[in-house]
């Protein structure tokens, strides 16, 4: 059943347009906090856990809130949650830009991850259900995936620029009038949908997703900070666990579920959402060579570290927008992803090549089909997650892919952080001769280890600063071969997973009453 009225072509596209500028907006904003995190330490002096709570409740609340967000979504109708959600994103960003204190920006992080999570499942579901046509939607969510890697790539950038010339509060207060904008025009433009027969939304549901979801989250973000075996990262599992455990149980026995756990019984859905689970996982490398890579071996500026970054973002957009549509035509769903998963192992492997000298070139020859293998594998695996479901349950799936990112990328950060740190200490030459107490901020982290070496004469600080550029660097290779592995690994998942899964899904899926496909033969 058609859960919103046909829509001509322009309206269509403009819709697109709408979704992926609010798209967009989250990506940047994603990405330009952290090269703010220096000056507002300087401003408000958090502590330390201030600064990682800063820096984490944002995606704490936005995970957390995803699956319920679809749900609501899929029952009060896409737009007005996208339109409650651009509102809010707009208002809470300058409350954000002008707090006075680390709990106030803590607090209104939150509040931001909360908007944004009514944003992404709505852009998702909207465009599932403007494009009917299988080869249309499948270049709309090309370009839609396209535009959320360009935006991480262009993140830096803005902030780098915001930040030459004002406050850190810029990198927030640049969202209000793009929020506005989206504002007014998705008003105009953009079609309503929901499920027709959504039922009442169950409320208990609702914090067992929560909990689920926050918990594993939580664990796996701060494991990254404090090791696998402390007991806060066990505390969260088990929450996260019992919480997944008893939704799953609950879902299973409503007659109008929170999520249709039945997704889970299509081979293509659940394949493709494994897939975006460790994608996310391995491309996080790229994340921790572009963050510390630049700035702390390389010594470059926010500005051009940004800058130096932004081939990979279009690369990604490139895959995404332009090859993938293509190539599912002339070879099917499951090699496009497996070719995609190819070329980011090569890209991947290839970051070997750097050194704890500048060559930009050897970046840009692992950057690029990193990034290109990436945009190709996440815009079929998008695709056919919308598309295996019925669109009445666009927003659920348009959640459940969401999630499944966030927690791809949580579990890498956290994983591939470790593996880097470890092979850091592992690897670092600690010159002889240091003050009491300089040892053990070295072997910390490269980070700690060039404030010390500031402080150091000038002998010891050269050696301090070379050893820790050294050992990071070999850490950081570690890490992108871990990444290589698991991006091969995943490849030859996908052909298994997504095996049969026709290179154009029918339409008529929408009328089932649970999900499934017709195999390709």
């Not at 709408?18 to 958090?46: R, Y």
């Not at 931001?112 to 080869?135: E, K, Q, Y």
């Not at 402390?230 to 008893?246: C, D, E, M, P």
């Not at 050992?471 to 950081?476: K, L, N, R, T, W």
Request: net charge neutral; glycine share 12%; aromatic share 6%.
């Amino acid at each position: 059943m058609n859960t919103s009225p046909s829509v001509g072509t322009a309206r269509k596209w403009a819709t697109l347009g709408i979704c992926c500028l609010a798209v967009l907006v989250l990506s940047i904003d994603l990405t330009a906090l952290h090269l703010a995190i220096p000056n507002l330490i300087e401003d408000l002096s958090p502590s330390g856990t201030q600064i990682l709570w800063i820096a984490d409740v944002y995606g704490f609340a936005l995970a957390g809130l995803l699956v319920t967000m679809g749900g609501v979504g899929d029952r009060i109708g896409r737009k007005k949650l996208l339109l409650i959600g651009t509102a809010a994103f707009a208002a809470v960003s300058g409350l954000t830009a002008y707090a006075s204190s680390p709990e106030m920006l803590i607090a209104a992080r939150a509040l931001l991850g909360v908007a944004g999570a009514t944003i992404m499942p709505s852009t998702l579901s909207l465009t599932r259900n403007v494009f009917t046509d299988a080869r249309e939607r499948t270049t709309a969510v090309g370009i839609a995936s396209g535009v959320g890697a360009l935006g991480v790539g262009l993140g830096p950038i803005f902030g780098g620029l915001l930040l030459d010339h004002f406050w850190w509060g810029s990198v927030f207060l640049i969202n209000v009038p793009i929020m506005a904008l989206v504002l007014v025009a998705g008003i105009v433009i953009l079609p309503e949908s929901r499920n027709p027969r959504p039922g009442r939304l169950d409320v208990p549901s609702v914090p067992l997703s929560v909990a689920g979801v926050l918990g594993i989250v939580y664990a796996i973000t701060e494991a990254g900070h404090i090791g696998f075996l402390h007991t806060k990262v066990g505390a969260g599992v088990v929450v996260g666990v019992i919480g997944l455990v008893a939704f799953v149980w609950r879902q299973r026995r409503l007659t109008t579920p929170l999520i249709d756990v039945r997704l889970f019984r299509n081979a293509a859905f659940s394949g493709s959402v494994g897939v975006n689970l460790f994608t996310m996982f391995a491309l996080v490398a790229q994340s921790l060579v572009f963050s510390q890579y630049f700035q702390l071996v390389l010594h470059w500026s926010p500005l051009r570290a940004g800058l130096a970054g932004l081939p990979g973002g279009v690369a990604a957009a490139v895959g995404g927008a332009v090859l993938a549509a293509p190539l599912i035509s002339a070879v099917g769903r499951a090699r496009v992803v497996a070719i995609g998963m190819a070329l980011s192992a090569a890209g991947f492997a290839l970051y070997v090549l750097t050194g704890t000298e500048s060559n930009y070139w050897t970046l840009l020859l692992a950057m690029i089909p990193c990034a290109l293998g990436v945009g190709m594998a996440m815009t079929v695996t998008g695709d056919t997650i919308l598309a295996s479901v019925p669109k009445d349950r666009a927003g659920a799936a348009s959640a459940i892919s969401e999630t499944a990112t966030e927690l791809g990328g949580a579990l890498g950060m956290a994983v591939l952080g470790s593996v880097l740190t470890a092979t850091y200490r592992l690897r670092l030459d600690v010159p002889a001769g240091l003050p009491a107490g300089a040892d053990r901020g070295v072997r910390d982290s490269i980070g700690a280890a060039l404030e010390t070496a500031a402080t150091l004469p000038a002998r010891l600080a050269a050696q301090v600063t070379g050893s820790a550029r050294l050992a990071f660097v070999d850490g950081m290779h570690t890490a992108v071969l871990c990444s290589a592995g698991l991006a091969a690994l995943t490849g030859v998942a996908a052909l298994f997973t997504l095996r049969g899964v026709p290179k154009v899904i029918p339409e008529h899926l929408e009328e089932a009453d649970e999900p499934a496909l017709t195999p390709a033969g």
